[in-house]
């Protein structure tokens, strides 16, 4: 597991700092939809990370976000999530992140998330905790919904569909200190893992949005769950992610809207 950790945590430092030096300069805009953009850095970065773990492990699976699907006949699989928080990066909006997870017959065993413009590197090693730059972190202890501030996001087609965050948004809003829309689901669960958000909840993220964080909230101590309480995989389409201790009240106010 060890020459994993440090294979991991060297990719996404070289991906992420290659990410920070780039931030602020003029960027290739392409559009995946209306509002869903990929910029140049994103392939690059993919491109770097991607290199260096098939060097390492030519054998292993990989999926990537952008391009990059490799299919071995091997138990284990890269989840990468080369720029999480690429509207923000492609307005020069620093809070972004590089997300690497490895899974391991199904289960997530390893989860690396890395915020350069912070020097933050969140790793969660599977029944072996979480840690923030080498130190244990631990969920909030935050007991009631109303004391809570939660993170959230919206998905990329919100102008077209009806299910759009915008109920439960606002059903929150009404209920808690604040919520926060900071546009990284990897660092919002990272967030949820170390204490400073209480709970976190998305709809349509996708599979690298989730691996590495998710085992962040969990190894921390958290719960991660789909919106009626059930254990989740890498299913993003209604994902809850909180202390716990909040969970339920969580799960009551998403009721109220539509899911
Ligand atoms: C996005 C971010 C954002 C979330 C979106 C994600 P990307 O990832 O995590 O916070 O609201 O749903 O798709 O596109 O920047 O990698
Ligand atoms: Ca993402
Ligand atoms: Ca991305």
Avoid at 7 to 22: E, P, S
Wanted: contains cysteine.
């Amino acid at each position: 597991m060890s020459s994993y950790k440090n294979i991991a945590v060297l990719t996404a430092r070289k991906a992420g700092i290659l990410l920070k030096n780039k931030l602020g300069q003029r960027r290739k805009v392409a559009y995946k939809g209306a509002v869903n953009l990929v910029t140049e850095m994103d392939l690059l970065a993919e491109k770097v990370i991607v290199s260096i773990i098939s060097r390492h492990y030519p054998n292993h699976n990989i999926l990537a976000e952008e391009k990059t699907t490799r299919q071995r006949n091997s138990p284990f699989r890269w989840i990468i999530d080369p720029l999480d928080g690429t509207t923000n990066y492609a307005h020069g909006y620093p809070t972004f992140c590089v997300s690497i997870a490895l899974e391991k017959e199904g289960k997530i065993i390893l989860g690396v998330v890395y915020d350069p413009m912070r020097d933050e590197l969140f790793l969660a090693e599977r029944k072996k905790g979480a840690r923030l730059n080498g130190k244990k972190i631990h969920v909030s202890s935050t007991s009631k919904l109303s004391l809570s501030l939660l993170a959230t996001g919206f998905p990329y087609d919100l102008r077209e569909s009806r299910v759009n965050n915008f109920d439960h948004f606002h059903n929150f809003a009404l209920r808690v200190h604040a919520v926060r829309r900071a546009g990284s689901a990897a660092l919002d669960l990272c967030y949820v893992a170390a204490g400073r958000f209480d709970g976190f909840w998305e709809m349509k993220l996708g599979p690298w949005d989730l691996a590495a964080g998710s085992l962040m909230v969990r190894e921390a101590g958290g719960k991660f769950t789909d919106f009626s309480g059930k254990s989740l995989g890498l299913d993003g389409q209604r994902v809850l992610a909180s202390n716990g201790k909040i969970h339920r009240e969580m799960i009551e106010v998403l009721k109220m809207g539509r899911i």
